[in-house]
């Protein structure tokens, strides 16, 4: 699964040593993180950036977001950024999980109500098993049925590919468009933070 992780720069210096942990939780689970994410410990050097930095890091954001399978925000810092991206991710379908430690609740997400939305409470010493009961549950949820229309040639070599490869006409497209949207993840270059 392509996961985009990401956390506030103005957490406490506790609060930051989790964020490699989840960092390479993500990994260890066999799941890709698409951000080469490197928090920047000073977030004096982030917001007295030019403008400029600024909105790539912006834009930046967004497009991984489009291009994730999942979004997982650390929040038991408040901040306006990670509200922005969990509202940007379940706008467009995105399953979000929104980790806090229990002496930093967040106060105003704990009202979302949202399908695709997980707010869970971590503990350091346990985060890899939080993370893969949570990434289970994301993965099963927000499945969108659609019809689509073929011509009788595309028809025919649809069935015929999908019968090749042993696999419903489903997964087959299903497997064509994650490759193509792995290919777009590849191109996309993070902007340091």
């Known amino acids: 699964m392509n996961i985009y992780f990401t956390a506030s720069a103005r957490a406490s210096i ?12 993500i990994r260890k689970l066999d799941h890709k993180n698409i ?4 928090i920047n410990t000073n977030p004096h050097n982030f917001y007295s950036a030019t403008d400029d930095h600024k909105s790539e890091v912006y834009s930046n954001a967004l497009e991984l977001i489009k291009k994730s399978d999942l979004v997982i925000l650390e929040v038991s810092t408040h901040s306006l950024t990670m509200g922005y991206l969990i509202k940007y991710a379940l706008d467009i379908k995105i399953p979000v999980i929104a980790l806090h430690t229990s002496k930093h609740e ?14 869970i409470e971590y503990a350091p010493n346990s985060i890899k098993i939080t993370l893969q009961k949570a990434i289970k549950f994301a993965g099963n949820t927000g499945d969108i049925r659609f019809n689509m229309m073929l011509s009788p040639k595309l028809s025919t070599y649809l069935k015929e590919a999908s019968d090749t490869e042993n696999v419903s006409k489903a997964v087959f497209i299903r497997r064509l468009i994650k490759e193509y949207r792995n290919k777009q993840i590849s191109n996309i270059t993070p902007a340091t933070k």
């Open 14 to 25: 506790e609060i930051k040593q989790n964020y490699q942990m989840i960092f390479d939780s």
């Open 35 to 38: 951000d080469n994410w490197k």
């Open 106 to 119: 967040p106060g105003f997400i704990i009202g979302i109500e949202d399908e695709n939305f997980q707010l």
